[in-house]
């Protein structure tokens, strides 16, 4: 009688073509606490993890497409909001800058800000300038 052996069941279970295992992570200490709470749950991992990656298919595929920016006209528009953004960015920073009491106006805080409001400032006039 020719009996038929499970993957567990073999001594090289990598050889036998049935035999799927998924690493659920490299830290021990995760893999453990992943395959404790499906057992809590009464859920096996298989079934858990082809429900994530079900999951995470549907996100993938709920995904907006990237807008078009075949010709110019659409470019364009796309950078004219980009700049737009930026200035509101450049315009709240000032403020933040703005609002640094005097005392601290040499210190690192506002030097980073002052700084953030000058490149912000470069990048705008880069964008537009062309």
């Known amino acids: 009688m020719i009996g038929e052996t499970t993957a567990a069941q073999t001594k090289h279970p990598e050889v036998d073509s049935r035999y799927k295992q998924v ?7 995760i893999a453990l606490a992943f395959k404790e709470a499906c057992a809590a749950y ?3 991992m298989a079934a ?7 999951e995470f ?3 993938a ?4 497409p990237l807008p078009d920016y075949s010709t ?3 470019r364009r528009s796309a950078i004219h909001t980009i700049v737009k953004q930026l200035e509101q960015i450049k315009f709240n920073e000032e403020q933040y800058r703005d609002r640094i009491p005097k005392n601290l106006q040499g210190s690192i805080v506002y030097d980073r800000a002052d ?3 000058s490149i912000l400032e470069e ?3 880069l964008m537009t300038s062309g």
């Open 23 to 29: 690493k659920v992570s490299v830290d021990p200490a």
């Open 123 to 125: 990048v705008v006039d």
């Open 61 to 64: 595929v709920a995904r907006k």
């Open 115 to 117: 700084e953030f409001v």
């Open 72 to 74: 110019k006209k659409k």
């Open 42 to 44: 009464n859920t096996s």
């Open 57 to 59: 298919s549907n996100l």
């Open 48 to 54: 858990k993890l082809s429900q994530l990656m079900a």
